[in-house]
């Protein structure tokens, strides 16, 4: 997956000048719930993912047991040891290419601003009564470019997730056209 960019939002300056330190507050309160939703939905993607490649990781094995067995038994390539190593090849890439990139480790802006961000001349030149307002604002631009990239990264996994779910449920009939193509094509 490619790495997405944060996106450079800024506070409009007519809503700047209007916005009271209540509706500030308000404000990031809700910009808080957003971000939030967004990490909980990247646990989700994660745990999702993770049962499905034990559940691949399962059928691989299985696979791979019966064609061990099989060759061991037969000695030569038949239908059903054919269907069997393309089952192993296709669930293999399965897992490799559109389950696994969605459980590594994947970058997310998280939560909070570091103090040395804040503790800056600019917020404390600013008049008192205005620099609560200020903090409000600065911290509701830092949610809402954290929650448009961590929602992209959302998005993207979930697009993998799918994909995923497509292959997996395919994989019946896909193995079915090579067991009926390889027994076709031995007689």
Avoid: H
Avoid at 68 to 79: C, F, N, R, T
Avoid at 93 to 118: A, R
């Amino acid at each position: 997956m490619k790495p997405v960019q944060p996106e450079n939002w800024k506070i409009d300056v007519g809503f700047k000048n209007k916005l009271q330190p209540e509706e500030a507050k308000f404000i990031f309160e809700e910009a808080e719930k957003a971000f939030n939703d967004a990490i909980e939905t990247s646990a989700k993607i994660l745990d999702r993912n993770s049962s499905l490649l034990q559940l691949v990781a399962g059928i691989l094995v299985g696979l791979v047991a019966y064609a061990i067995g099989k060759w061991e038994k037969s000695g030569y390539l038949d239908s059903l040891l054919i269907t069997a190593v393309s089952g192993i090849v296709y669930f293999f890439c399965l897992g490799l290419f559109f389950i696994f990139p969605n459980i590594k480790p994947t970058e997310y802006i998280l939560p909070g601003t570091q103090p040395k961000k804040l503790f800056i001349e600019p917020i404390f030149d600013t008049p008192d009564a205005s620099r609560c307002l200020l903090l409000y604002m600065i911290k509701i631009t830092n949610l809402q470019e954290a929650i448009t990239f961590n929602r992209e990264i959302n998005n993207r996994r979930w697009k993998f997730y799918r994909r995923s779910l497509n292959f997996l449920f395919y994989s019946p009939i896909i193995l079915i056209i090579i067991y009926l193509l390889s027994n076709w094509l031995s007689k």
